[in-house]
């Protein structure tokens, strides 16, 4: 089985940054994505950031050029550095992992952390 523990989230104020991190144990396939997503109240779950274990990377419009994704694979774990937040940046946040490829996979997720940004 797979589990994906996450750390970091929290308060904080407009412009600020935060860092989450994910690790992920158990079975994990050489050829996976791992990622991001958030769930403000009310609203759908949708993709902030994705990298394969190839290194290409996906981002949602609204946060390119202030969020970086970055993963080590030898560890399992991915990170999320937010900058330049803002209050629209609060929801929960998922770590994800798509284990194996396109033909053949399984998703996974954390148990969500909160980020809060204050105006």
């Known amino acids: 089985q797979v589990q994906l523990v996450e750390s970091g989230g929290g308060l904080v104020q407009a412009g600020g940054s935060l860092r989450l991190s994910c690790a992920a144990s158990?079975?994990?396939?050489?050829?996976?994505?791992m990622g991001w997503y958030r769930q403000a109240p009310g609203k759908q779950r949708e993709l902030v950031a994705a990298?394969?274990?190839?290194?290409?990377?996906n981002y949602a419009g609204s946060v390119k050029g202030r969020f970086t994704i970055s993963r080590d694979n030898a560890k399992n774990t991915v990170s999320l550095e937010m900058n330049s937040l803002k209050p629209e940046d609060t929801a929960a946040y998922y770590c994800h992992l798509r284990n194996g490829d396109i033909r053949s996979y399984q998703d996974y997720w954390g148990q969500g952390t909160q980020v809060t940004v204050s105006s």
């Open positions: 990298i394969t274990n190839g290194g290409t990377t």
């Open positions: 158990g079975s994990i396939f050489a050829i996976n994505a």
